[in-house]
């Protein structure tokens, strides 16, 4: 009997385990499939976010390109992939624009057509696009020997959104020289930055010493410029006041439109130039420079910095050895710049005479030469073209 029952309860463990068997398999191939649901649900969820986030960065980039003017940078910047000094800057291009227009003829009717319309509007009176206006006001204390500026707020400005924008104030005093127009800095200063405003008010307070007697021959010249913190500066325009205007005492409120920026002659500069074109150079001797009298009555360097361009091409700059700040300063110093071929001696070459602190160095005068500038400077350039491995000098006009 034990035995019957011990047998028994083998074929019913038998049973009950053949029964269970499939059950068991049929669960773990459905927990297997639905995690593999899962996991093609997760995978897909992480697709969708990622394509997600490229669109975003795409946008944000786009975006940062128009708000901070990048196209704006590559464009004053693309031809010489560096920061270049403003007259060099023009410099270059007025002779970009002068070989599209040698190597396009078809564009010469164009022009003519603009020119036609341009006169024809002038002859209708059309009134040419305002650059803006600028308002501030002046007081001179005559007990303190004082001039005061105040006020300082723009509006009307060119519209390429809420940039950011500053205004450059100089004091300028006429001195009698046999160079025409000859000023003399007597002061500069920067206003703060204004950012992100279509009419900006600048809080500066700008006092100038001046004496009763320098009054007559000072004039006081405003530039309205766009920051930019990756390329350089746009000047927007600009104001001057002379200050034979003035009365003592008595506060003058002005608001005046922007003008056109022009230059300021602050001294002269002599250059030697000299053709090489065998060994495809161009020696620049600089000479001599005749400056106006420092700003302060401390001893101060200067050095002379030289940039030569030709086309889209731009040599690495040299500098001199820095020299006492005086009226006449002697630099008798020969730089050596490697030229293209001859038939391309489209050149320019720019000075610029740097004072020097013991923290920083403001700009004296800038002079520019070469076949594509005006006067003296073409003439110049003329000449040394002429004369072939022979030293030709002159003097420029240092400009600021």
Known sequence: EEQDTIQKSSVMLDLHSSRMMPFSNTWKYGILALAILFLLVALTILTCQVCQLQKCNRTRKKK???????VRMKALNGIWGKKTPPLLHDAAKQSNADIKASTLMLGRSQELRTEDFSSTSSDLGLLPRSRG????????????CELLLTGLEAWGLPSRGCAESAIRVRLLRHIPSHIPGLQCMVQEWKSQVVKNCCRPAFGDHFV????????EKSTLKLEVQRFDKYSRNAVLGEVRVTLSELKASQSLVLCKELQKTTKDVVGEVLVSLKCLPISQRIEVGLLKAKTTSPRSTAEKNVYARIDVSCRRHREKHQKSRPRAHTPLIIFNETFFFHMPEPPAWDCTVLISIYEVDSDSRHLIGQATLGRRRANEAADHWGLMIKSIQQPVAKWHPLLI
């Not at 940062?64 to 990048?70: A, E, L, V």
């Not at 206006?133 to 303190?144: H, I």
């Open 64 to 70: 940062r390109c128009h708000s901070r003017g990048w």
């Open 208 to 215: 100038f010493s001046l004496q009763d007697a320098e009054v």
């Open 133 to 144: 206006t600028l308002k501030f006001s002046l007081l001179y204390c005559r007990e303190r």
